[in-house]
C-alpha cells in the first residue's frame, strides 16, 4: 500500500506519524525546499488538537513546548476601554495553551524517519496512481492524501469547491524583542492575546516564543480586491505604518504606538474560506485533510482541525489494511461531522467580529454570564 501525502503541514504530518507509529510507512511531498525555507512565523491556539497528539504518542513533548501563559487575553475597545483581562493562573491546566508553529512543525517532523519527507516536490497533477510533480518528476501512489492547505491543487479531484472572500483584509505587522526595544508596549500586549476592536476594524497583537509581538490589523466588510484601493504603499514599510495610523482614527494612542514601534516586514493577507459544511462523494484512492478540505475563518479551529483530520485518518488505515476505499469512507464521515461543526461555530465568530459592536458581542462570548 503506497501512501502519498502531498504537504508537509499540521494535516500532513499528524497522519504520516500516526501511521508511522502503527507500522504503516507513508511518502510525504512537500513543495518546500527544506524545513528551514519558509519562516512558519506565528502561534497556534492548540486545544482540541491535543487529542491527535495523544494518539501520535507526542502529548508529553507538546506540553514541553507549549506555552501556558499564552493563554491570557485582554480584550479592550479603541477609546482604551479595557473589557477583558483573563491572566492564567501559574497552576492552570493546559487546556488551550499556544505554541509556536514552528516548534510544533519541528516536534512532528523530528518524530518521523528521516526519509518520510521529499522536499522540494511541489504536486502538480494525478491520475491513474501517477503523481506528477511541478520538476518532471513523478511517482505512484495507491492512496493520495491532499494535505496542501489553503490553496490546495490536490483539491480539485474531489470538489468544485473554491474558497470564497470573507470581506475580511488583514495587514500583518510586528515588533521584534519588544521586551528590550519598547518595554512600556511589553507590558501593555502581556503575555498572550492583546485584542482591540471597534469601528469596523480590529487589532491583534500576540506575544510569539521569540519575544516578536506579531500584530494583525484587520479590516472587516471589505472587498476582495480592497489592498488596491486601500492607498497602503506596501513597498514603503515606514508609510505603510503612518497609513495604517490614518486608518485608526480616534484610538487610543497606545494602540497606535503598537504600529509606530514595527519593524519593515509587512504581509497583506486576504481571508477566505470554503462553503461550511462541504462534503463530496467518497473517491477509493484519494482524500483531503486539514485546509485544503475545509478552509475556516482564522479564529482558532484550523490547525486543531488538521491535526484531528491527520489522526483520523491514520487510525481508520490502521484499522482498515488493505482496505482502503473502506477507510477514507470512515474517515470522511467523521471528519465531515466535526470539521461541518466547528466551521459553524467559526462562521459565528466571524459574523460576531463583523458587527457593528464587535466588542460588546465579543465580550459575552468569553463571558457568557
Ligand atoms: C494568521 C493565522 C493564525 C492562525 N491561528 C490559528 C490558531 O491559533 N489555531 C488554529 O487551530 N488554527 C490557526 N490558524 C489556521 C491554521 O494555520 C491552519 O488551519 C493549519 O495550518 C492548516 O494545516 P494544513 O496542514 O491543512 O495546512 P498547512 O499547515 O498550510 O500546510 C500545507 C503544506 O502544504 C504545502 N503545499 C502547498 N501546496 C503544495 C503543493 N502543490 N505541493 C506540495 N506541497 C504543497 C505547503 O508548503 C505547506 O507546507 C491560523 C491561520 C492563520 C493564517
Redesign the pocket.
Known sequence: MIIAI???????LALARVLHLHGIEAVV????SSRAARGQG?????HS?QRALREAGLIDRFHAIARSEGQDMRLLEPDGTLLLRQDTPEDAPLDRPEVDRADLRDMLLDSLPADAVRWG???NSADNGLLRFADGSSATYDLLVG???????VRALLTDARPAHLGQNVVEVGIPDIDRTHPELAAMVGRGNFWVIGNGLSLAAQRNGDGRVRI?VCFYNTPENWFATSAIPFDDPAAVRARLIELLPGWDARFTALIAACDDLVAP?SISALPVGLIWPSQPDRTL????AHLMP?V?????M?LLDGASLGLALAAHQGDIPTAVATYEREMFERTGAAARMSARVQELLTAPDASRRMLAFFQPD
Open positions: 502531498v504537504g508537509a503541514g499540521m494535516g500532513g511531498y512537500e513543495r518546500e506565528g502561534m497556534l491556539d492548540i488538537g516536490h511541489a504536486f494535505a496542501d492547505g489553503a490553496q490546495s491543487r494583525g493577507r485533510v486539514g485546509d485544503a482564522p482558532g479551529e484550523g490547525a486543531n488538521a
